[in-house]
T-cell receptor
């Protein structure tokens, strides 16, 4: 099972601020993912990466951006946060040839005032 | 395209009763299927997965699921519910391209 970490766990910020949500995994997984989840709702894939220097947009359009400079690190950035960005953000990773099993971090709950 | 339908956004059972959470899938290729559990303010934890080996899959915490190709189903069961089972449960199917498609989730409520 993957060890995958997200910081901060909770964040309350004002409109217009730039924020970065951190995600790190220690298992050397090539693939990493970001999901957005509103309370009591399904998960929507917003970004994914197949490896270093690889990033792709997911099924749900998002104003956030991601980078993958190191295998273990997949941060998500919002240049100018808005109340519509209020949500839970979940990071996941998976190993090549693992039947697509994804392992999730604990999530970051973002509130934009 | 792959998709998942979870019947019932909420399921209520009494402690000690059978738990049955329903999941039907649509897939153009032999699927990988998953059940995840999410406790409040936490990420998703893998309960079990089907990868074309045995059709009856046993997972953690006493849960199991049976893959039925003829019914395109992958229902999750547990013989006896515990209070600690109260959570949100998500069924997912691999869409290929190393991505998962999730259902809308079923909230399991367990009463004493």
């Amino acid at each position: 099972e993957a060890d995958i970490y997200q910081t901060p766990r909770y964040l309350v910020i004002g409109t217009g601020k730039k924020i970065t949500l951190e995600c790190s995994q220690t298992m050397g997984h090539d693939k990493m993912y970001w999901y957005q989840q509103d309370p009591g709702m399904e998960l929507h894939l917003i970004h994914y990466s197949y490896g270093v220097n690889s990033t792709e947009k997911g099924d749900l359009s998002s104003e956030s951006t991601v980078s993958r400079i190191r295998t273990e690190h997949f941060p998500l950035t919002l240049e100018s946060a808005r109340p519509s960005h209020t949500s839970q953000y979940l990071c996941a990773s998976s190993e090549q040839g693992s039947s697509d099993t994804q392992y999730f971090g604990p999530g970051t709950r973002l509130t934009v005032l | 395209a792959q998709s998942v339908t979870q019947l019932g956004s909420h399921v209520s059972v009494s402690e000690g009763a059978l738990v049955l959470l329903r999941c039907n899938y649509s897939s153009s290729v032999p699927p990988y299927l998953f059940w995840y559990v999410q406790y409040p303010n936490q990420g998703l934890q893998l309960l079990l997965k089907y990868t074309s080996a045995a059709t009856l899959v046993k997972g953690i915490n006493g849960f199991e699921a049976e893959f039925k190709k003829s019914e395109t189903s992958f229902h999750l069961t547990k013989p006896s519910a515990h209070m600690s089972d109260a959570a949100e449960y998500f069924c997912a199917v691999s869409s290929g391209f190393q991505k998962l498609v999730f259902g809308t989730g079923t909230r399991l409520l367990v009463s004493p």
